[in-house]
């Protein structure tokens, strides 16, 4: 049954095997702070004593933005079994990410800001990200840009100093007129090796 209750009516689960860290944490709390709906659409699961089974993050994160009451979701029906079952299934991560979809379809700043932990190679495409979807000042919308629609996606990998040297390489050459994309800058390099 879901509804709203206090904080002070809901008791943290001792035996919670997930942790969330310092700014993790942080991140958590200011969502809370600036998004507290997305409680109601993902209460915190509680048993028949209001002993947390899901969300003792979300708890503590609540406390912390200075939340009087949120919205919980008995779960008074369960066995222990299950109880047990859901603590680690709720938790589990299943599936992966789209690290394409991410990178295209998303501000990578955002991403960070609400708490996504972001492999290397999505940090950096950011600075990548930049020169395929502008064009004159203007963002592209990749969703109505048919080239980059049904582009195929390459990605290289380069240690700080190389990757700094590539960037700035390519910024040259874009500059210069060999292309408006690292992509077509890239392409023009292999097509004639005399740039």
């Known amino acids: 049954m879901k509804r ?3 904080l002070s009516e809901i008791n943290p689960n001792p035996n919670n095997p997930r942790v969330i860290r310092d700014d993790k944490f942080k991140k958590l709390v200011e969502s809370l702070k600036v998004f507290p709906k997305m409680l109601e659409k993902r209460p915190i699961v509680v048993d028949e004593n209001m ?7 979300r708890f503590r994160a609540a406390k912390e933005a200075g939340l009087k009451e949120v919205w919980i979701d008995v779960a008074d029906d369960w066995t222990d079994d299950e109880k047990q079952q859901f603590i680690i299934k709720d938790n589990a991560s299943g599936g992966e990410w789209d ?47 048919y080239e980059a629609r049904t582009s195929n996606t390459l990605i290289l990998i380069f240690d700080n100093d190389e990757y700094k040297f590539v ?9 210069k007129g060999y292309g408006e994309t ?6 023009q390099h292999l097509r004639n090796e005399s740039l």
């Open 167 to 175: 960037i700035e390489k390519i910024k040259e050459l874009i500059k």
């Open 51 to 57: 002993v947390i089974l899901g969300g003792n993050m």
């Open 182 to 187: 690292p992509s077509q800058v890239i392409l």
């Open 99 to 145: 690290w394409d979809m991410l990178a295209n379809g998303w501000e990578i700043d955002d991403l960070k800001e609400w708490g996504l932990d972001l492999p290397s190679f999505i940090e950096n495409m950011g600075i990548v990200d930049h020169f395929a979807r502008e064009k004159d000042g203007n963002k592209l919308d990749p969703t109505e840009d």
């Open 4 to 6: 709203l209750a206090k």
